[in-house]
């Protein structure tokens, strides 16, 4: 009798320096783990590493499951294609004046964003439709044929299209779309309205660029993993995790491919998701630190706050994108983030990153300038012999000798202090990303509990606490690997919108229902075509609302039961106070429109079981202390600290501060007033002292 396979479900998030792997095997329950330096420019030979260090065969996996920073670092990066826009005539420069933004009046050094798209490839196509779809002058076809064969001498490898009201009526970006693909076969072609059904014609051609402007590089590259796992004999299915955090088939991926700009932080907040519905908690911060930067977002009322568009780059300079994604805010600061002295003797860390290659001064591969990862080896919070269980030994020496040319003598200071002064700013930085999710949101990050991952999460996420004024600090199991382990517990998910334009006194619920349910049919369909049978489906409805005379929305999550009971009167409340907390204020006597129609349609999937560990006493057994050893925190200086081993800690155990917590990819700082204890979980509940140590 043949053995039958494990069921394995794999999944592997790239990040900028590590590229990690959490896999679950359905039949068994177990979760295997690996971790690999990420290999840029062959990134599927850091997959294969990940997957060899767990000794996983790829024929016992049913279903591969991926997220990658390709497309974000195509994108910030600029190396993305040759790309051309064919825009409706007399709106060719739309895509370069944008919204006229100007954050900061005073800035004599502001500059605007940079359209991926230079002038002479924006061409105008003749036609015109009318704000409610009809037609005002018909597409000419055959001037479009002419652009084409321009278009080829320019030797352009990708095409964006934007017509303008094509969110009402795509027939012109369809046909215009047909004819380019007929006369260049070989070029990436993207139509606004595959992925945008919302007005706002800035907005729309900025996605519509940013996809075909990564299209080519990106759908070539899962082409190549493709090819990779079919040889090595993989069967199974083969899936992205999008923005949003949900998954979508590969193939989808390949033309919505800047639907997987944010598809690593996405997973980590769904895993901090799985475990608040797992303790029982609502409200929490899902923080993520790795490599090369920071991430932050905000799980509210046990779901993950979302938007419907976001600035990549930065406000002043970034280019927008509207689709739906984890509301995720970033900062380039990780464990990788340099350290450099600049003009008037300043101190700045990032958001240059060593990476993965070199990679910090103590991996030892020829990275000379100190990063955070230096200053924490440096100050005793990391082991040169322990880092990921001893597979990585670290450079000590190289890491003071460094620190001492660099820093600590052009500052006037030892290297110790220089040390501290990076993870200070480090911090602070980090901080930016947690308030722009919570207090910039109207909400009092205070009263959260931050859900901190990442394998440099956990070295500094008292130190985050304490300057935000959080008092509850959770490590989850595997934080080294989280990113890769939340993508375990995605669903299959597909967002809709529909701009509608009604005022919410006078809309028909007939219209309303008609609109949702055609979303809602378009989902069903495409759960029934993924090849996947989820245990079951889930709708989710929600819309953008304004008061009337206001220009920008906010999106409104609202339950099934107010339209099956015409529920005018809760709708508008839902708005008035979701504006409340937004903005501090709310006008319930005031009539509000409806702009935009959101639907979810979610597949959901089985899920890993619980991790567990078994109980003990408040006091941890003696054999898991693996040493005492020195460690610098900045309140009382140098510190005998015990360095307890996670996989031998019980439920129950309580640690007081000063301790640090070690496993295989990560270490968790306990400072000074701090109080950890193990839950049955697993998780490391850490509440935070008063001291600003």
Known sequence: MAHQRPQLRIAVDIGGTFTDMAAFDEGSGKLLFGKALSTHGELVRGIQATIDSADIDWRDGNLFLHGSTIAINTLLERTGA????????????????????????Y??????????????????????????????????EAAVRELARELKQHEVQAVAVLLLHSYRN??????????????????????????????????????????????????????????????RGFEGDFYIVQSTGGLFPVEHAKVGCVRMLESGPAAGVIGAQAICAQLGMGDAIAFDMGGTTAKAGVISEGRPLTTGSALIGGYERALPIQIPMMDIHEVGTGGGSIARVETGSALRVGPQSAGSIPGPVAYGRGGTEPTVTDANLLLGRLDAD????????????????????????????????????ILRIAVTQMSHAVKAVTTERGLDAGSFTMVVYGGAGPLHASAIAREIGIRKVLIPYAPGYFSAYGMLFSDLRYDYVRSVFRKLNDVSFEEIEAAYKTMEDEGRAALAQSGINPDGVVIERAADM????????????????????????SIKKQFDELHKVRYGTSAPKEPADL?????????????????????????????????????????????????????????????SGPALIEEHASTTVVQPGDELRVDELGNLQISIGSDRS
């Open 82 to 105: 040759n790309t051309a826009l064919l825009i409706t005539e007399g709106f060719r420069d739309i895509y370069e004046i944008g919204r006229v933004n100007r954050p900061d009046a």
């Open 107 to 140: 800035n004599l050094f502001f500059n605007k964003h940079q359209p991926l798209v230079k002038r002479s490839l924006r061409f105008e196509v003749a036609e015109r439709l009318r704000a409610d779809g009809s037609t005002h002058k018909p597409l000419d």
């Open 170 to 231: 795509p027939a012109h970006e369809q046909r215009v779309k047909a004819i380019l693909q007929e006369e260049m076969p070989g070029a990436f072609v993207c139509a606004s309205h595959e992925l945008s059904q919302e007005y706002r014609e800035f907005e729309r051609v900025s996605t519509a660029v940013a996809n075909a402007y990564v299209g080519p590089r990106v759908s070539e590259y899962l082409g190549q993993l493709e090819s990779h796992l079919s040889g």
């Open 386 to 421: 322990h880092f990921l269980g001893g597979e990585l030994k670290l450079d000590l020496d190289g890491c003071q000798r460094q620190m001492r040319e660099r820093l600590a003598k052009p500052l006037g200071l030892d290297p110790t202090a220089a040390a501290d002064g």
């Open 546 to 569: 304004r008061y009337v005379g206001q220009e920008h929305a906010v999106t409104v999550d609202l339950p099934l039961a107010y339209f099956a009971g015409k529920d005018r009167q």
């Open 595 to 655: 702009v935009s129609l959101r639907v979810t349609v979610l597949g959901t999937m089985k899920k890993p079981p619980r991790h567990s560990v078994d109980a003990g006493t408040a006091t941890p057994d003696k054999r898991a202390v693996r040493a005492v050893k020195p460690v610098y925190f900045r309140a009382g200086g140098w510190a005998d600290t015990p360095v307890y081993l996670r996989d031998l800690l019980l439920a129950g155990n309580v640690i």
